[in-house]
């Protein structure tokens, strides 16, 4: 980890330059800003070697610590004076190639192996010096009296080589604009979405596909196909779930808004796209290192794929709603910290007394979440008053021995929109776990075989889909409950 900044100020090792020059009319920094103000090049922090030996640098810095730690061997060898200027009568009987290109004899054939623009009949540390502290102040932020930097750096794993790279993720274009800065995070989230994306896409190749070379047409196989892979990395790269991620770790906070924005969904998942993006250049695109910065922010979890496959209610509502009405369902969301969404909606006409236009209010902690809580209390009130869907014309006897045939008759005869799908697993004991879900609803099984947790599945769902129109007889669902 890099020094904190706080140390850089309680040591006697540096010094400030003068002011900075050249700002005009250009508006001031916010006072109390998490973020210090760029450092112009030429200024900043006077660095020396103790201090930026404990630093991670880019190659051009290392590059000049190298020249450093030449010259100091220089120095032990008695080649150079202390104060590194050339000794004349030192002994060049011993050669050594690291230290000389070549053998020689006298102290003015003698030439630096390494640092050769720093050298004058001795190393002119001086200019080193100078050239060091220019260059890690390119690099480095001087975060006096705060913590931004290393805050940032414990929450998620990674310490930036170039830490201006990590500022800029955080800039909005209304605050650079407002304060005169050359870039912003744009750039960045472009870079972070691309990353992500393919972040997520190596874990699901890695946990849900494999390749088998026995099966020579198509050695890459898996038990989900491409609409499935789809849809389970929605779930990691959406802006939802990026916003959440954001407002968990706290990073949000560090987000530089214009005066006349306000804090929202799309700058923290904005946000967090470019923080991921300046991860990737400033690594080099090492994916060791971008891969564990997503898994600290973003947490992929496959170990139940199945559940990130099931329609989320607000999906699931609204294409009913669609459907039913040929409109979405109208949402309405007011609040900042907490959230509520106002969600208005109609039903079909009916004879059990129910207006056809209902209302609910939900409280949740995002946009997405309060969203989703709404649509799932819509979803129920249908379902339970029997609402969902219309099967009086349908004839429907449930049978367990022909509940897998009785469910593709309705999607069949167009009684249910969405032909009937079927997942299966194995369990440690050889059973067979099987989840159906059709027409909005959903159930599952078990047995010995595929076709016994079939069948099982099937029933289940047309139990439900009986139950949603309002003609399930009690003792089916006790039949179902025991099947």
Request: net charge negative.
């Amino acid at each position: 980890m890099s020094k904190n900044s706080n140390e850089h100020a309680s040591s006697n090792n540096y010094s400030r330059r003068n002011g900075r020059p050249g700002k005009g009319s250009r508006k001031p920094w916010p006072k109390g800003c998490v973020w210090p103000e760029p450092i112009p090049m030429g200024e900043g922090i006077a660095w020396d070697v103790e201090l930026a030996e404990g630093l991670d640098l880019d190659e051009e810095g290392n590059d000049l610590l190298e020249i450093r730690a030449y010259m100091d061997e220089l120095v032990e060898r008695g080649i150079l004076h202390e104060d590194y200027s050339l000794n004349q009568d030192y002994d060049y009987e011993d050669y050594d190639p690291e230290i000389l290109d070549y053998p020689i004899d006298e102290a003015d054939e003698f030439m630096p192996v390494i640092g050769e623009e720093y050298w004058l009949d001795g190393f002119d540390l001086e200019m080193w010096e100078e050239d060091l502290s220019e260059h890690v102040n390119l690099l480095k932020i001087d975060n006096s009296g705060a913590d931004t930097v290393s805050e940032i750096t414990s929450i998620i794993g990674y310490e930036f080589i170039n830490e201006n790279l990590l500022r800029q993720a955080f800039t909005r274009r209304a605050f650079a604009a407002e304060y005169g800065l050359t870039g912003c995070s744009e750039e960045l989230e472009f870079i972070g979405d691309s990353a992500l994306n393919m972040s997520v896409t190596r874990e699901i190749a890695l946990h849900l596909a494999k390749v088998v070379p026995e099966l020579t047409a198509a050695p890459f196989t898996s038990g989900y196909n491409e609409g499935d892979f789809s849809k389970i990395r929605s779930q990691f790269v959406c802006k939802e779930h990026l916003e959440e991620c954001a407002r968990k770790t706290g990073l949000d906070r560090y987000i530089l808004y214009g005066s006349d924005e306000q804090p929202g969904e799309s700058s923290r998942e904005d946000m967090m796209e470019a923080l991921i993006g300046a991860v990737a250049i400033d690594s080099g695109w090492n994916w060791d290192d971008i891969d564990n910065v997503i898994d600290r922010l973003i947490r992929v979890q496959l170990g139940n794929p199945d559940l990130l496959l099931k329609e989320t209610f607000y999906e699931l509502f609204n294409a009913w709603h669609q459907k039913h009405f040929g409109c979405m369902p109208e949402y309405e969301i007011s609040g900042y910290v907490s959230y509520c969404c106002t969600m208005r909606f109609f039903i079909p006409e009916n004879d059990k007394g129910i207006r056809t236009d209902q209302r609910v209010d939900v409280w949740a902690y995002t946009r997405s979440k309060a969203r989703e809580r709404a649509a799932e209390m819509a979803y129920w009130f249908v379902i339970n008053r029997g609402l969902w869907i219309n099967l009086k014309d349908a004839n429907v006897v449930p049978s367990r021995d022909e509940s897998i045939n009785q469910l593709q008759e309705l999607y069949q005869k167009k009684y249910v929109e969405d032909r009937p799908e079927y997942r299966f697993r194995e369990s440690y004991d050889g059973e067979w776990h099987c989840d159906c879900e059709c027409g909005g609803v959903s159930g599952w099984g078990y047995g010995p075989s595929k076709t016994a947790a079939k069948k099982k599945a099937a029933y289940m769902v047309i139990i439900r889909l009986l139950d949603s129109a309002g003609l399930c007889k009690d003792e089916w669902k006790e039949e179902a409950e025991h099947f």
